[in-house]
């Protein structure tokens, strides 16, 4: 009987220092999350952002949009769900789209 006990005990000791150890690695994780996050000294000036590199960044983010909707149109002429003439139809319009923003 004492050395079910004594195994009781070791188990119990031995989950208290699981517990124990991963909450450390928990708020040594967060507070490396923090760090990143809020870095303790922020940059001293900002500065400020070209209207080209606006303007281009605009212009990629409209072009991904055109090129994930003809892989979308394209995914759904593979499956069948459109024809040749709708798909190459919608094709035009989506590259007439492209071109007119450059």
């Not at 490396?32 to 809020?38: A, D, E, F, K, L």
């Amino acid at each position: 009987m004492p050395i079910v006990l004594m195994i009781c005990v070791f188990l119990v000791l031995c989950l208290l220092y699981g517990m124990y150890t991963s909450a450390r690695s928990v708020v040594r994780g967060a507070g490396r999350i923090r760090s990143h996050v809020s870095p303790a000294h922020p940059p001293a000036a900002v500065l400020p952002v070209p209207e080209a590199c606006t303007q281009a960044y605009r212009l990629h983010t409209a072009h991904q949009y055109c090129i994930d909707e003809l892989r979308a149109v394209f995914a759904l002429y593979q499956s069948g769900a459109l024809t040749k003439e709708e798909f190459e139809q919608t094709k035009r319009h989506l590259l007439s789209n492209m071109t007119v923003r450059t």
